[in-house]
């Protein structure tokens, strides 16, 4: 059983919060977005969806940050590298822990502060063109042009999104392998 230094050591620190990044990550992505998307009719998963994706968006950002502020450090040819921000600042360190450290930030900043808000107004407009003509944007074709061009917009920023969310999730297993062979 780990004593109370395992309270103190940022090693623990570190290790949650990479689990936490990982499994947020599997669980949104592989098992709440697709089960909500089954069971929920498709205004309420919208909902649901605009309500979760800032939460998820910034814990994928901001656990990123407290990695690189726990980060344990590691034994290298050159000696011992420091813990910390300063670990990962290191020469040493730029391809597999800093680099992936700022994918995983860089790409939740993209869907927190620009992806996710633009996707969310192109679902407003949508509704808002439901509205107008009478029809929902996911019945069968044929839409008026103006739906048409939000669905396609839609598609466009959904798919982006989703890209940004799996380059993320790549960095994070990525970074968990370099961790792994560190602790």
Do not use: C
Not at 34 to 42: D, F, N, T
Not at 53 to 78: D, E, K, N, W
Not at 79 to 85: F, I, N, Y
């Amino acid at each position: 059983m780990p004593g109370p230094s395992a309270f103190t050591d940022p090693r623990s620190y570190h290790v949650l919060t990479y689990g936490t990044l990982l499994g947020s990550q599997i669980f949104q992505s592989f098992v709440n977005g697709i089960v909500a998307y089954r069971s929920l009719p498709r205004p309420q998963f919208a909902t649901l969806q605009t309500a979760l994706f800032p939460i998820y968006f910034s814990m994928q950002t901001a656990l990123p940050v407290v990695l690189a502020l726990t980060y344990p450090g590691a034994s290298t040819l050159r000696g011992m590298v420091t813990s910390g921000l300063g670990g990962v600042l290191d020469e040493s360190n730029r391809w597999n822990v800093l680099l992936p450290l700022v994918v995983m930030a860089g790409t939740s900043v993209a869907n927190l502060v620009a992806v996710g808000p633009a996707t969310t107004r192109i679902m407003r407009e949508r509704k808002h063109q439901e509205t107008r003509d009478g029809k929902k944007s996911y019945d069968p074709a044929p839409h008026s042009k103006e739906m048409e061009q939000l669905n396609q917009r839609f598609g466009i920023m959904h798919g982006v999104s989703s890209l940004l969310n799996m380059a993320g999730l790549l960095a994070t297993m990525w970074y968990g392998v370099v961790l792994a062979e560190r602790l």
